[in-house]
């Protein structure tokens, strides 16, 4: 299990969760850390495979993307979604990188998961990262 992640990508926006993904596992490579990616359909899936998969890795990567709409659902998925990690992540003392991007349309998710501006999958990999060592 030694310095093995495991990254949680949601799949539902398939362009941006690549990129996420990307910037994740360069950033791991990087630092030497082995990987596993599994795909969530949706953010609101990514606790429950985190949650199954709690003891076998060392620290996960939760990546996916939320775009609101017209409807309280988006308010609904990045608020739970968001608190459930959390909870994860403190209740069993594991390190849980959030690359989970909120977004009010679809071009601030692909500036914020584009592999050379903002992407916040190199991000959430770095803190897992540095809360490891």
């Known amino acids: ?3 093995r992640i495991l990254i949680v990508s949601a799949n539902y ?18 630092n030497g850390f082995e990987y596993e990616v599994i795909n969530a359909p949706g953010c609101f899936e990514i606790p429950y495979l ?3 998969n709690i003891s076998n890795f060392k620290g996960f990567i939760s990546l996916g993307c939320i775009i609101k709409g ?12 968001s608190r459930k990690i959390i909870d994860l992540s403190v209740d069993f003392n ?9 977004c009010y349309d ?10 050379y501006q903002k992407n916040k ?5 770095l803190a897992c990262i540095e809360l490891l060592k």
């Open 1 to 3: 299990m030694k310095n």
């Open 13 to 30: 926006y398939k362009e941006i969760s690549k990129n996420l993904e990307l910037g994740a596992i360069n950033a791991l490579k990087e």
């Open 50 to 52: 985190i949650k199954k």
């Open 70 to 81: 017209d409807t309280y659902h988006f308010e609904v998925i990045a608020n739970e979604t």
């Open 94 to 102: 594991v390190p849980i990188g959030f690359g989970v991007l909120t």
């Open 106 to 115: 679809l071009e601030q998710a692909i500036i914020r998961s584009d592999v």
């Open 121 to 125: 999958g190199q991000e959430a990999a």
